[in-house]
């Protein structure tokens, strides 16, 4: 058995949804996080009210008892406490992955007063669920698009069949599966998430932008960016790159259009993926190097928030000692210490005026557009991709 509050690797879950049961089980349990999430905001419910229950049904056909079970009940054990880890819960039908962030966990039949946090169908089919998972926020990673599944499953170790990538072919037995993440990322970091989504949920988020992504992020990776530099790159980056060229393309033959929105959501990618490659650089840096005066105070980068664009200049290009084991430590550390600081000035003068001032223009938009994409010539996001810890 592994223990989930001793282990010193966090334990995360990994679910199937049978669309047998809904139409869309997913988008039903979305429905009660946005419903609730706009009460809050017309003052009927509070904050702490919003969250909707999954529950993994029991399969009629099962033989034996359900696996694993001390293991669950240590994390849900973990979950009870008062401060505790970010537990995941992955879902997937194989063609789109979400990551649910679970904050409780039930055994057996939830209590009436629960009913109103749980979709219909639980009842109206009358299924049977081993387990319900209290989920806060759920936030896309992938939509419709099987091979970026596949990657993203990779990333993840089935902890019972010695830490491989999880496959989604042979591989979703017993579930849920139970999983680490060896990069140890966070998705619902709340600093993070206020910066990158102006304070709503994911799920929230998520909705404002649709489903059409999807199109444009499949082109980008085939036709511009290419495929390996693609997988390479944060989902929340990838989302937002394309959220960016959405924009772009649905406005660049109107010459009076504002594309500030094309740059915020641009510069949003480049604070993701820069922030995610100094995390996972950050554990071999030397203390000194990583303990750098924020806002007056002395911070360790390592337990600091995500860090801003401004910040990410400071941070890697005035930082000597850090700056110096950073382009030991990184493949691509070259560019990363010596080019990318300039590049991300340059483009912090293009962005707050965007954001906050001034219309950006088409010419200056498209510049960018092309610089960041590789338009022509090797894109930054490219060089990015290719940066990574030895």
Partial sequence: MIDAQRSPRRLHLVSVWNPSYAN????????????????????????????????????????????????????????????????????????????????????????????????????DQ????????????????????MPAVIQELKKLGNVHYNDR???????????????IRPDGRNFFDERERDSLTGGVLWAEHDASIGTGIAAVERELRDNVIGERAWNALERAACTFIATGEQLFREHRADPAFDFGSVIGAFSKALEVQVNAILRTALGRVTKPARSINMDGRTENLLEFRSLMLQELIRVIGGEQQLNGELLALLHNGQWFTGSLPAILDEFREVRNPGTHERRIDRKTATEWRNRLLGIGSTGYFVELAKTRPK
């Fill in 24 to 123: 869309d089980a997913i988008d039903e349990h979305l429905a009660i996080l946005l419903g609730l999430a706009r009460r809050v905001d017309a003052g009927e419910v509070r904050a702490d009210d919003v969250y909707v229950w999954w529950g993994k049904v029991r399969s009629q056909n099962r033989q034996q008892p359900q696996a694993h079970v001390s293991e669950m009940r240590a994390i849900a054990a973990e979950l009870a406490r008062t401060e505790h880890e970010e537990v995941q819960l992955y879902l997937t039908d194989y063609r789109s992955l979400y990551v649910a962030d679970v904050v409780e966990i039930r055994e057996d039949v939830l209590p009436e007063s629960e009913q109103g946090n749980v979709p219909a169908y639980y009842v």
């Fill in 126 to 145: 009358e299924l049977t669920c081993d387990y319900w998972f209290m989920l806060a926020d759920i936030r896309r990673l992938v939509i419709d698009d």
């Fill in 165 to 179: 990538p999880v496959s989604l072919y042979g591989g979703m037995v017993d579930l849920p599966l139970f999983v």
